[in-house]
């Protein structure tokens, strides 16, 4: 085995026997695993978190049902490739074999991309199998997704992790280049749990942390052993195990959940989505953006101290900067949740924002015009405007400010 590959790449289960996770979908009786043992393989793509198996799952597939297959990256792949990866399909059709084009991180590809190999799904040519980080209705043109299947594939469990493990402790000298390696169960189950549901996180960090790990033994002496501890599995792991893309769904996800907590009055769970987002890297005067536009959009008129603690944690944030403006941004969001909630300057904004477009430029009521100039006097720019602050009450009820067409309109209500 090629010892300069990272193990996950040599862990590579070939053949469904080997395949750890997504039960709900190769599972006994489940729609793939029916798919694959009947032979029935259509296009499809496969939507799920990095480290749970697309490409796995789409190689098996291949293996599995003696189907030529053909893997692009969209990173570096364009339309030549693609076009290529098609007239090879050709060639492998007229012998009789189907081939199956895989096509990593699809999102990747531009519409004029994926438009080049549709044709080829619609006639049969080659059967399409994407795989993506991201949320396929938003990122795979509508024609594309209309003619591929999609399945969502969950992070792994711990339990699933562990057994990824175990497997590949069972053959320590030929994985790694040991004869023997301990590792106790809790510190499996740590680093299992760690990995956050990602096989490729646990497999790589597996292989770090025996690198790192005290030994016995000469370097030659075949009887060495590794034995790993919490300590070497943590710093195998570092911090580069969370799952936060903050360009990806993930990023959204999180920065939903804080605003719906927020709003929901629920300083704890705010407060754990602000670490995770700071935790992963997140601009933290982005978070603070966030925080001073639901000041006003979800607390408004009810706190009128909300939108000053806001802005004055996005200016915490410019002067300190992280790791020290993240407690000032925790302040913001606990305030934020403990505040109470009016969403009436918002809804009133959005109103008068949908009459403006709606009836467009409504001249302004003459008597509110100011009239500098004596023409303007003559057209009556100004006439019968009364000065609020020495107006009688009841002349101040009579006085419209709204143009005739909306003068019965209340936007804050």
């Known amino acids: 085995m090629n010892m300069q590959k990272p193990l996950a790449e040599r862990m590579r289960p070939q053949t469904m026997k080997n395949f750890y996770g997504q039960k709900h979908l190769v599972g006994k009786d489940q729609v793939l695993r029916v798919m694959i043992d009947s032979d029935n393989i259509s296009s499809m793509i496969l939507w799920g978190p990095p480290g749970t198996g697309k490409t796995t799952?789409?190689?098996?597939?291949?293996?599995?049902?003696?189907?030529?297959?053909?893997?692009?990256?969209?990173?570096?792949?364009?339309?030549?490739?693609?076009?290529?990866?098609?007239?090879?399909?050709?060639?492998?059709?007229?012998?009789?074999?189907?081939?199956?084009?895989?096509?990593?991180?699809?999102?990747?590809?531009?519409k004029a991309q994926q438009d080049a190999f549709l044709p080829s799904v619609e006639d049969g040519t080659i059967i399409f199998i994407g795989a993506t980080t991201e949320n396929p209705s938003f990122e795979v043109?509508?024609?594309?997704?209309?003619?591929?299947?999609?399945?969502?594939?969950?992070?792994?469990?711990?339990?699933?992790?562990?057994?990824?493990?175990?497997?590949?402790?069972?053959?320590?000298?030929?994985?790694?280049?040991?004869?023997?390696?301990?590792?106790?169960?809790?510190?499996?189950?740590?680093?299992?749990?760690?990995?956050?549901?990602?096989?490729?996180?646990?497999?790589?960090?597996?292989?770090?942390?025996?690198?790192?790990?005290?030994?016995?033994?000469?370097v030659n002496d075949k009887t060495k052993t590794v034995e790993i501890s919490k300590e070497s599995v943590e710093q195998a792991l570092q911090s580069s195990n969370i799952l936060y893309d903050k360009n990806g769904e993930e990023h959204y996800n999180l920065i939903s959940a804080l605003h719906k907590s927020m709003r929901g009055g629920d300083a704890d769970a705010a407060m754990y989505y602000l670490t995770r987002m700071l935790h992963g890297g997140e601009d933290p005067l982005y978070i603070a953006r966030r925080i001073v536009r639901f000041a006003s959009e979800d607390i408004g008129i009810a706190n009128s101290f909300a939108l000053p603690q806001a802005i004055a944690a996005y200016n915490a944030c410019r002067f300190i900067g992280m790791p020290e403006c993240g407690v000032n941004l925790a302040q913001a969001v606990v305030y934020m949740a403990?505040?109470?909630?009016?969403?009436?300057?918002?809804?009133?904004?959005?109103?008068?924002?949908?009459?403006?477009?709606?009836?467009?430029?409504?001249?302004?009521?003459?008597?509110?015009?100011?009239?500098?100039?004596?023409m303007m006097k003559e057209m009556d720019y100004g006439k019968d405007y009364k000065y609020t602050p020495l107006a009688s009450e009841d002349e101040n009820k009579k006085q419209n400010f709204l143009p005739e067409k909306l003068k019965s309109k209340k936007y804050i209500k």
């Open 338 to 374: 403990s505040s109470k909630k009016s969403i009436a300057i918002y809804e009133g904004y959005r109103e008068a924002l949908q009459d403006v477009k709606e009836h467009g430029n409504i001249p302004v009521p003459l008597h509110l015009r100011n009239a500098p100039t004596k």
């Open 141 to 218: 043109n509508n024609a594309l997704l209309s003619r591929a299947r999609v399945f969502t594939l969950e992070l792994l469990q711990k339990e699933e992790l562990v057994k990824i493990i175990d497997s590949a402790l069972e053959n320590t000298q030929e994985n790694f280049g040991v004869a023997n390696i301990v590792i106790k169960d809790d510190v499996k189950l740590f680093l299992a749990q760690m990995s956050h549901g990602d096989a490729r996180i646990v497999l790589n960090a597996l292989e770090v942390a025996v690198q790192i790990s005290s030994s016995t033994g000469d």
């Open 57 to 110: 799952l789409a190689r098996i597939i291949a293996h599995e049902t003696d189907a030529h297959f053909v893997q692009l990256s969209a990173i570096n792949a364009g339309v030549k490739d693609v076009r290529s990866a098609i007239e090879d399909a050709q060639s492998y059709a007229r012998l009789g074999t189907r081939s199956i084009l895989f096509i990593d991180e699809v999102h990747r590809f531009n």
